[in-house]
């Protein structure tokens, strides 16, 4: 196994309630207006040290998406996940961003 590369955001930064790692900027959040199964969220335009796990089709309030859920790079949980299409198209603007759930810090 090779060796655990972490980025290191320099600002206000949004991380991991479980190890701590940063996970994205606050400048680079679109909205607050957000809601997941463990209650709000919140849409980022981009994320550091996470992976995406596969993709699956879900029915969510505003329609149909392709997502694929988002893990931590250091402790491997589940933090939200990643819109790659949008089925409906007033919800286009999504693809390619993500969600992280608010059971994460902010620092």
Known sequence: MGRLYLVKLDGRTYSCKFCGSHLALFKEL?????????????????VVNVYAGPLEERLMTTGLHTV?????????????????IAHEK???????????????DDV
């Open 30 to 46: 679109m909205s607050k207006s957000f809601h997941c199964g463990n209650g709000k969220a919140y849409l980022f335009n981009t």
């Open 68 to 84: 694929a859920d988002i893990y931590c790079n250091c402790c491997g949980r589940n933090v939200g996940w990643k819109y790659e």
């Open 90 to 104: 007033s919800q286009k603007y999504k693809e390619g961003k993500f969600i992280l759930e608010s059971d994460a």
